[in-house]
């Protein structure tokens, strides 16, 4: 028997799948999600992780000062410049949508 010949419900594994072929079978569709719910959860992590990145990192260079580690903080400043554009720029554009998008 070879490939073409065997049936739909097959599978090369050995393995039997139902198929299911009914053109009448009704299909439960859902009612669109309003996607303004899901921004506004996204502009409000954003923004969160922002104001706890800055918190730990201010925090870390006052406990690395007091201690005396000064190279730490040296180091800690190249973290600090490589993630807050990256971050700062997501947050700037989440709360431009937010705060400009139409009412409805």
Same mark, same amino acid.
Request: net charge negative; charged share 25%; hydrophobic share 45%.
């Given at each position: 028997?070879?490939?073409?010949?065997?049936?739909?419900?097959?599978?090369?594994?050995?393995?039997?799948?139902?198929?299911?072929?009914?053109?009448?079978?009704? %299909? +439960? !569709?859902? $009612?669109?999600?309003?996607?303004?719910?899901?921004?506004? &959860?996204? @502009?409000?992590?954003?923004?969160?992780?922002?104001?706890?990145?800055?918190?730990?990192?201010? %925090? +870390? !260079?006052? $406990?690395?000062?007091?201690?005396?580690?000064?190279?730490? &903080?040296? @180091?800690?400043?190249?973290?600090?410049?490589?993630?807050?554009?990256?971050?700062?720029?997501? %947050?700037?554009?989440?709360?431009?949508?937010?705060?400009?998008?139409?009412?409805?």
């Amino acid at each position: 028997m070879s490939d073409q010949d065997k049936p739909a419900d097959e599978v090369q594994d050995g393995e039997q799948h139902e198929v299911i072929d009914d053109p009448g079978r009704q %299909v +439960a !569709v859902s $009612a669109p999600r309003d996607p303004a719910v899901d921004r506004a &959860v996204i @502009s409000k992590v954003l923004i969160g992780m922002m104001a706890v990145g800055l918190v730990m990192h201010y %925090v +870390a !260079v006052v $406990a690395f000062e007091w201690t005396g580690k000064h190279e730490s &903080v040296k @180091s800690l400043e190249t973290v600090l410049n490589a993630w807050l554009p990256i971050l700062s720029g997501l %947050v700037g554009a989440a709360v431009t949508y937010y705060f400009t998008r139409e009412k409805s």
